[in-house]
């Protein structure tokens, strides 16, 4: 893949992981039913319903369980590494914003030998869908 670029024309670009750079193909139906969770709901935002500590903490070993399994079968998108390098090499500022872990998120990165500055998961910023971590990386890199 070539690209060319005369001017430096982004701010910077921030991406998802998993299914955007890195297919995982994560199982959530699977998932969901090793959880003991309805089918129909979404898998974070139950896991914020449960309130015994014991029930939270099998629930996480679960979901880590499956997010590494994914994270090890995962494989790179098609360009991807290009692109990074291509972004890398014009000092476009970039960044990860995912649902996954920290450390599935750096597990998916390390096994593809992927570099970004900042990796933003549920673990250090409140999850997508909310605006937080995209407003934390554009204050970061001073972007309106």
Known sequence: ???TMKKNIYSGIFFDLDGTLIESHLNFTKMKEALGFPLDCNILEH???LTSEKDITS?????DDHEKEGALKS???PGV???VEHLNAFKIPTGIITRNSFATA?????????HFKHLLSR???PAKPSPAPLLNLCNIYNIE
């Open 75 to 77: 494989y790179l998108y």
């Open 1 to 3: 893949m070539l690209f």
């Open 81 to 83: 590494r290009e692109l």
């Open 106 to 114: 750096s597990l998916m990165l390390k096994t593809h030998n992927l």
């Open 47 to 49: 896991l914020e319903s």
């Open 59 to 63: 629930a996480n070993k679960i979901i």
């Open 123 to 125: 673990d250090n910023s």
